[in-house]
T-cell receptor, first 116, second 114 residues
């Protein structure tokens, strides 16, 4: 049972444009969401997170939006740069659950390619 | 501040053997989690250790085990290796606070079982 889903395995965007990566979840216990970026042969790098009490969090070129009613979150990158080319994973955790904070449930990832 | 260090980076083992992977978390972090990444299953949570105790566990067979030492360093052991255990094993370090879930990953250990 895939509790966190990234339905687009790949996305191609022109440099300078906006990249939008989507993620859906099914478990209503999730109350904290994170985005990670991963290059080949490296571990995931933390990008940005959002608590379920918010609907938007912004950090530089990265903005995460959360729609709790739709159980959907998205990561916006603007403007997109060639160095953004990587695999992006969304992850969720259930912090309200006892000892549930550290168990991250990941989506399958979306490979983002930024074309010059 | 040094990041998360995993050793070794690469490992080749034979079916039936056992293997031990090591993870040194970020200084001051008390929580270490382990994940398995495979092309088919993505990133799957194995277990989490906090203050030398296993605090959370994923859905993996008992062949997968771990421990944490008093200095927060952690080891993961896989016994009776199977071909399907070939994967990238990632260790994540975090403070362990309930409200602080940002986990910082090491570069991983690439295990190949032949």
């Amino acid at each position: 049972d895939q509790q966190v889903k990234q339905n687009s395995p790949s996305l191609s965007v022109q440099e300078g444009r906006i990249s939008i990566l989507n993620c859906d979840y099914t478990n209503s216990m999730f109350d904290y969401f994170l985005w990670y970026k991963k290059y080949p042969a490296e571990g995931p790098t933390f990008l940005i997170s959002i608590s379920s009490i918010k609907d938007k969090n912004e950090d530089g070129r990265f903005t995460v939006f959360l729609n709790k009613s739709a159980k959907h979150l998205s990561l916006h990158i603007v403007p997109s740069q060639p160095g953004d080319s990587a695999v992006y994973f969304c992850a969720a955790s259930a912090r309200r659950r006892i000892q549930g904070a550290q168990k991250l449930v990941f989506g399958q990832g979306t490979r983002l390619t930024i074309n010059p | 501040k040094a990041g998360v260090t995993q050793t070794p980076r690469y490992l080749i083992k034979t079916r039936g053997q056992q293997v031990t992977l090591s993870c040194s978390p970020i200084s001051g972090h008390r929580s270490v989690s382990w994940y398995q990444q495979t092309p088919g299953q993505g990133l799957q949570f194995l277990f989490e250790y906090f203050s030398e105790t296993q605090r959370n566990k994923g859905n993996f067979p008992g062949r997968f085990s771990g421990r944490q030492f008093s200095n927060s360093r952690s080891e993961m052991n896989v016994s009776t290796l199977e071909l399907g255990d070939s994967a990238l094993y990632l260790c994540a370090s975090s403070s362990g606070d309930t409200l602080n879930t940002e986990a910082f990953f090491g570069q991983g250990t690439r295990l190949t079982v032949v």
